[in-house]
T-cell receptor, first 115, second 111 residues
Framework: DTEVTQTPKHLVMGMTNKKSLKCEQH?????MYWYKQKAKKPPELMFV???????INESVPSRFSPECPNSSLLNLHLHALQPEDSALYLC??????????????FGPGTRLTVL | DQQVKQNSPSLSVQEGRISILNCDYT??????FLWYKKYPAEGPTFLIS?????DKNEDGRFTVFLNKSAKHLSLHIVPSQPGDSAVYFC??????????FGPGTRLSVLP
């Protein structure tokens, strides 16, 4: 099983809403990642979790709050987002610690629209 | 400053011919390179990778070539198929750092 799953596939939310994005992998990977991708741009790294601990936060605003409940799950809690936060949010996982030369496997993404 | 560059935003190739996608990098510390393929509204799919100690890696129709002295790598797809039409991202990584993605090249394979 080389699959990373993400739910929901699409999400529309208002600026005052609170919502969560979910990511799951059952490959036994120890590193999980959140990326944000705007149209016609490469993915931009937001957070890295290594062994369920946050190891990298790429200066992401606090309205994005990641959570790693266990080694298979990664959440991204959203609150008070802005319309410019509308993007495709990608989750990825990799076998290593998140700081090595290991291949990342991506989920299908959640298309987020903030009204 | 872009550490990973893909200077061709788009490329069109006839079905059955070779597609060559290019990638240049500036950071000599990169020691592992990957190619991802991405369809609209989907996550990137890993295609092929190459370690800096090699100059070629082949997997079916996909071959990646690495020229370390030129800091250049390329992805060859032979023969190209319409289903290969997608955006291709080159990514590079060095130990202790995270992925750096190039801006992507949109490949269109024409029937």
């Amino acid at each position: 099983d080389t699959e990373v799953t993400q739910t929901p596939k699409h999400l529309v939310m208002g600026m005052t809403n609170k919502k969560s994005l979910k990511c799951e992998q059952h490959m036994g990977h120890r590193a999980m990642y959140w990326y944000k991708q705007k149209a016609k741009k490469p993915p931009e790294l937001m957070f890295v979790y290594s062994y369920e601990k946050l190891s990298i936060n790429e200066s992401v605003p606090s309205r994005f709050s990641p959570e790693c409940p266990n080694s298979s799950l990664l959440n991204l809690h959203l609150h008070a987002l802005q319309p410019e936060d509308s993007a495709l949010y990608l989750c990825a996982s990799s076998q290593g610690t998140g700081m090595g030369t290991d291949t990342q496997y991506f989920g299908p993404g959640t298309r987020l629209t903030v009204l | 400053d872009q550490q990973v560059k893909q200077n061709s935003p788009s490329l069109s190739v006839q079905e059955g011919r070779i597609s060559i996608l290019n990638c240049d990098y500036t950071n000599s510390m990169f020691d592992y390179f990957l190619w991802y393929k991405k369809y609209p509204a989907e996550g990137p799919t890993f295609l092929i990778s190459i370690s800096s100690i090699k100059d070629k890696n082949e997997d079916g129709r996909f071959t990646v070539f690495l020229n370390k002295s030129a800091k250049h790598l390329s992805l060859h797809i032979v023969p190209s198929q319409p289903g290969d039409s997608a955006v291709y991202f080159c990514a590079a990584i060095s130990l202790g750092q995270n992925f750096v993605f190039g801006p992507g090249t949109r490949l269109s394979v024409l029937p």
